[in-house]
């Protein structure tokens, strides 16, 4: 293997030609017995996801699953281009699955109807199967050679087997021995009688095996293309071109030609082209295809806007700040494909028990066939019980069970504004018992509001607030601008700041002082008791206060605070609901975060604590026994969402944070961290149910069918079931809300 000091680099390949998880297992380990390699190959998505170091190279990996029997490419960019490709496969499938439909029904209809089988029907039965043999079932002949040439069996093998054996063995009945007699008829009877076998022919179970399982194919194939419709949703969410700000002139050019700094502008009903800064305008953004926000946001000029949006109203010029693969909407496609492509243990092992799962079968089928003939019950028998193992043991569901539940949750997950980094945090969410949240940016806005005025008798709160809003427009301090808020505002005659103090000026003819009890005193301005006293108790609730004054004294007190915000109680009742225990974490002094505890139902707080000291935290809550859930924001966030059990980041906060987490919550709305659990549950479920009913069907079936109480053609039909079933199992999770 190659030390942990080269340079790794990672690549996503397709690959063409697998037909079942046996062919994604074998890649898997053809790539991974390469020093330095380590990959992972997933069916469904029909991808390998190769992590490697030199001196092995691209080239070396694509000729690695050349030489394995499959085709591999390196990735293109999703594009009306590549559409028309796998759509053409699917065509091509239904084709093969129709004609072989048709050819079918007569050679099932002449065998189970004694009524129909005129003479020579025999005859005819061979006419109309042949082309089926032959040209349907090519795909599992083809496959099955491929990996023959390679000393390798797959669930193809056992499809070829049983349709080639059931074949020659009836055309072998047709020339040698009776079956071929004009005039015979087959009984349709449920007792097996002994025989050579000679005397009966079976064409339909050849044909109908495989036109089953064509079904199956076809019905895979599409359920997989819905599957994966949230990504490729996402991925053309993006505007195609733009217009482009230069020298003032509009421009419309290709969004791939779109820098960083540019000026771009985006009229109503257009998209926003990437993620930016507005400059000039106002409008609202419908954001309901990226976050899941159903309610328009309001946008003007400093407002960070996120590329896919929807401009609903006014003009906007935006500057851009991200362009290509660094904007949020790429950044979203991309977890989310990683997550398509992991797979969990269960899913591992699944992979392991398919590795020798074909060999043992057709081991199986050769033990049947011998023990049949041993204990005397004839040809007819024993070749009918072998076969139809052959053909139930096909694992098509085991397969399945994983990718196509994953598909549709991530998928699922990313329309609802909900990226699940990858298939083991489908694990943690099932054990977490404790959610840690991040006060500041997480359960609060995080950023400061003016929330209480209070006035001495025979003020008006209108007056104090105006006055003191025009003294602090001025200044550029957080709670200065939390007083001050939106404009206008009357002008400021003298204004003077007082560092640390606060600041004063003249106002619509008063002399207005705004800052701490100290300033307005040495400036000469009474503070009575009354605003003495709303100052501590403004301060008891943990909010930030300042004094204003005009005239030789104290008018009254304004309170600001880091606002809870409105969803966050809600949130709060919705993570207790799921089972979890909620601890308030912050940095925040305590009486300020045992205030937002209240405000929104959390029993246990944590304050004061530096970001090495939220590491701590959540490690003494591991030591307990308790499995941790982290929520946050900020840079100071991103050691101890890395440290949980399971990270949660709120995607309107930093990229650290987010590189950290898990999981990630397009909104900043908590509520959505317990849709995340619920979803990442329900998939986990999903999975399990496919898993579960996967073994179960093989596991059941495979002594039924030698025990030779399955005919072949039966068998077939019931293997391509439970691939359907699974797959339309795991699309039921496009319906979470």
């Known amino acids: 293997m190659a030390s942990t000091t080269d340079a790794l680099a990672e690549v996503d390949l397709d690959i063409t030609g697998m037909t079942c998880a046996s062919c994604a297992n074998r890649i898997e380990r053809k790539l991974n017995k390469l020093d330095g390699v380590s990959a992972s190959v997933n069916y469904a998505t029909e991808k390998a996801h190769v992590t490697f170091a030199e001196p092995v190279t691209a080239d070396d990996l694509l000729a690695t699953v050349s030489a394995a029997g499959y085709a591999a490419t390196m990735p293109r960019p999703e594009s009306a281009e590549g559409e028309p490709d796998r759509d053409a496969g699917l065509d091509a499938l239904r084709r093969r699955l129709v004609v072989s439909a048709v050819l079918t029904l007569p050679v099932v209809a002449l065998a189970m109807v004694p009524a129909w089988q005129v003479d020579g029907w025999q005859w005819i039965s061979l006419a109309l199967a042949t082309p089926v043999v032959a040209w349907g079932a090519w795909p599992f002949h083809r496959a099955a050679a491929v990996n023959l040439r390679h000393g390798a069996t797959t669930m193809d093998t056992l499809v070829s087997l049983g349709v080639l054996a059931a074949y020659l063995w009836s055309l072998v009945a047709l020339l040698v021995g009776d079956a071929g007699t004009i005039g015979m008829t087959h009984r349709l009877e449920l007792s097996l009688e002994r025989s050579d076998g000679l005397d009966q022919v079976y064409f339909e179970a050849a044909t109908a095996v495989t036109t089953f399982l064509l079904a199956g194919r076809w019905f895979e194939r599409r359920s997989k293309r819905r599957a994966g419709e949230a990504l490729r949703a996402l991925m053309t969410l993006g505007a195609k071109d733009v217009a482009v700000l230069r020298d003032g002139v509009e421009t419309r050019v290709p969004v791939g030609s779109l820098g960083v700094d540019d000026r771009f502008v985006v009229r109503p009903g257009e998209t926003v082209a990437t993620d930016g800064t507005v400059e000039s305008g106002a409008s609202a953004l419908d954001a309901s295809l990226v976050s899941g926000e159903t309610v328009p946001v309001e946008v003007g000029p400093g407002a960070a806007v996120v590329g896919g949006t929807v401009n609903t109203s ?41 590795g020798v799962f074909v060999p043992t079968v057709i081991a199986l089928a050769a033990l049947t066939l011998v023990g049949w003939l041993l204990a005397g019950a004839g040809a007819a028998t024993a070749f009918t019980a072998a076969v139809a193992v052959l053909i139930i043991a096909c694992p098509c569901a085991l397969g399945l069970a994983t990718p196509t539940a994953l598909m549709v949750g991530t998928g699922r997950g990313a329309q609802l504004g909900v990226l699940i980094r990858g298939p083991e945090v489908l694990e943690s969410t099932r054990r977490v018992d404790t959610v840690v949240l991040d006060k500041t940016g997480t359960v609060t806005t995080g950023e400061l509001a003016l929330v209480d005025v209070v006035v ?11 006055l003191a809003a025009a003294l602090e427009a001025g200044s550029e301090h957080p709670i200065a601008r939390a007083v001050a808020g939106p404009g206008p505002h009357p002008e400021v005659e003298g204004f003077r700041n007082r560092e640390g103090l606060g600041v004063r000026g003249r106002v619509e003819g008063h002399d207005v002082v705004v800052g701490r009890p100290e300033l307005l005193t040495d400036e000469g301005l009474e503070v009575p008791t009354a605003v003495a006293d709303a100052l501590d108790a403004a301060r008891g609730r943990g909010r930030t206060a300042v004094v204003v004054g005009w005239d030789g004294r104290a008018r009254g007190v304004l309170a600001v605070a880091d606002t809870v915000k409105p969803t966050s109680a809600e949130a709060v009742r919705r993570l207790r609901d799921l089972g979890l225990e909620p601890v308030l974490l912050t940095g925040d002094h305590e009486r300020v975060a045992e205030s937002v505890a209240r405000e929104v139902g959390i029993d246990r707080v944590v304050a004061g604590v530096l970001p090495e000291g939220k590491v701590e935290v959540v490690r003494d809550l591991q030591a307990q026994g308790r499995v941790v859930a982290m929520v946050g924001d900020g840079v100071n966030d991103a050691a101890a969402l890395a440290t949980a059990d399971l990270g949660i980041a709120m995607g309107t906060g930093t990229d650290a944070a987010i590189a950290a987490a898990n999981l990630t919550l397009v909104r900043g709305d908590l509520r959505v961290a317990a849709d995340a659990v619920r979803l990442s549950r329900r998939t986990l479920g999903t999975i399990r149910g496919n898993l579960f009913w996967a073994f179960a069907y093989n596991v059941a079936a495979l002594p039924v069918a030698a025990a030779g109480l ?26 979470f809300r």
């Open 314 to 354: 006014g003009r906007l010029v935006v500057r851009a700040d991200r362009v290509g693969a660094d904007t949020q909407l790429s950044r979203m496609a991309r977890l989310v494909e990683e997550a398509q492509q992991g797979k969990t243990r269960a899913q591992r092992l699944a992979d392991r028990v398919s």
């Open 710 to 735: 399955l005919t072949p053609m039966i068998a077939g039909g019931a293997m391509a079931l439970s691939s359907v079933f699974v797959v339309a199992n795991s699309l039921r999770l496009r319906s």
């Open 456 to 466: 001495v008798e025979g003020e008006s709160p209108a007056d104090v607030r105006r």
